[in-house]
């Protein structure tokens, strides 16, 4: 009979340390002290948005995600997220709409706030430290 | 006789399965099957010109935008519940946008591969928004 494995029992209870995103090392590298502040919104209300349970904000959320790395990479520019977030706020408005009334400033603020803070404040700076 | 047995119960299973999956063709609602075309339409679209590094042909481009334009006017016109014409038309402004967009980018050589990608993504997200709504 073989031996058997010794199993750490500590580190199966343990909690999994929370994966930081592919964004989130990209947003580290940041350093411009002056979108400190619109990096926190955004990385704030992306969690708000991934970890809602409506599908709409969480596709809504990684679709952006998806795309400032893209941007980080070089692989968008300015003109193109700014045509890509126009469409996603198109989506977002009709989604917005169909919220109930004391939904909809939380939805706008978790889709269309979003996308701007994300269009006006970070994709300038990731593009200049792409440069 | 066991093996008899099993080939008259396939043929069977067969015949049952080939009607079902014409049935399904069959019963498709005559707007799903324009939207589904006005999709394929749109990602050749992006696949045609949507290429890095390719020439920009202008009069391609254009006759190309000309004949979405028609496709997409048609299927307004030929949609038989007002209701919907609605949906056509955004499907036909996301398009107008996004020739734009491409002819922007593809006449300046400045086209990635993400580009293309992420402009698809948007394509297949809109129809499938467009086809949920419908069946509402």
Known sequence: MPPRKKQNKRAKVRPKKKKSSELDSVLDQVSDSTVADAKEELQTLLADAKGNSATFYQQNAQKLEERLILVSKGELDQDDFNFFVENQKRAAQIFIDSQPPQEQERAEKLTIHLLEVAATKIVPVLIAAAL | ?136
């Open chain 2, 1 to 136: 006789m066991n093996s008899k047995h099993t080939i008259v119960r396939n043929t069977f299973f067969y015949a049952v399965a080939l009607a079902l999956a014409s049935c399904a063709t069959v019963s498709k609602p005559g707007s799903d099957v324009t939207l589904e075309n006005l999709r394929a339409f749109e990602i050749s679209f992006v696949d045609q010109f949507a290429v890095p590094g390719k020439r920009f042909d202008a009069a391609a481009f254009d006759a190309k935008v000309a004949q979405g334009n028609a496709i997409f006017q048609d299927a307004i016109n030929n949609e038989k519940f007002s209701a919907r014409k609605p949906v056509l038309r955004d499907l036909a402004g996301q398009f107008k946008a996004e020739a734009a967009h491409l002819r922007k980018k593809a006449s300046t050589g400045k086209v990635t591969k993400a580009l293309a990608t992420e402009m698809k993504r948007d394509i297949n997200d809109n129809f499938d928004n467009a086809t949920a709504k419908k069946a509402e």
